[in-house]
């Protein structure tokens, strides 16, 4: 099992940046694939971005596709994910999560979570 911490949250103007980290310890980062899942009041957690293990393959779903990255440093046992132009439907609690599988689109069902942070862009 891997321990996720994410951080980097906050609040932000409609139109601006966010980057997420996510620190990960406990295991091997590099066999893990990793993604960035969130949840909005009242809606259903969401995958919204998926990288592999290398990092050599992104996924991403329609609603962040152009404006989220997510990236990696298998050195640093961190993933990324850089929020640009963002929306304030895209307020909501972001999870790091990862998974001990090879993964060929959008991470759907995670081996561990992290605890979440919270997003609020304002209009």
């Known amino acids: 099992q891997v321990q996720l911490v994410e951080s980097g949250g906050g609040l932000v103007q409609a139109g601006g940046s966010l980057r997420l980290s996510c620190a990960a310890s406990g295991g091997t980062f590099s066999t893990y694939s990793m993604a960035w899942f969130r949840q909005a009041p009242g809606k259903e957690r969401e995958s919204i971005a998926t990288?592999?293990?290398?990092?050599?393959?992104?996924y991403y779903a329609d609603s962040v596709k152009g404006r989220f990255t997510i990236s990696r440093d298998n050195a640093k046992n961190t993933v990324y994910l850089q929020m640009n132009s963002l929306k304030p439907e895209d307020t909501a609690v972001y999870y790091c999560?990862?998974?001990?599988?090879?993964?060929?689109?959008?991470?759907?069902?995670?081996?561990?979570w992290g605890q979440g942070t919270q997003v609020t862009v304002s209009s």
């Open positions: 999560a990862a998974g001990r599988f090879i993964i060929m689109g959008l991470m759907v069902r995670p081996d561990d």
């Open positions: 990288v592999s293990r290398t990092g050599g393959r992104t």
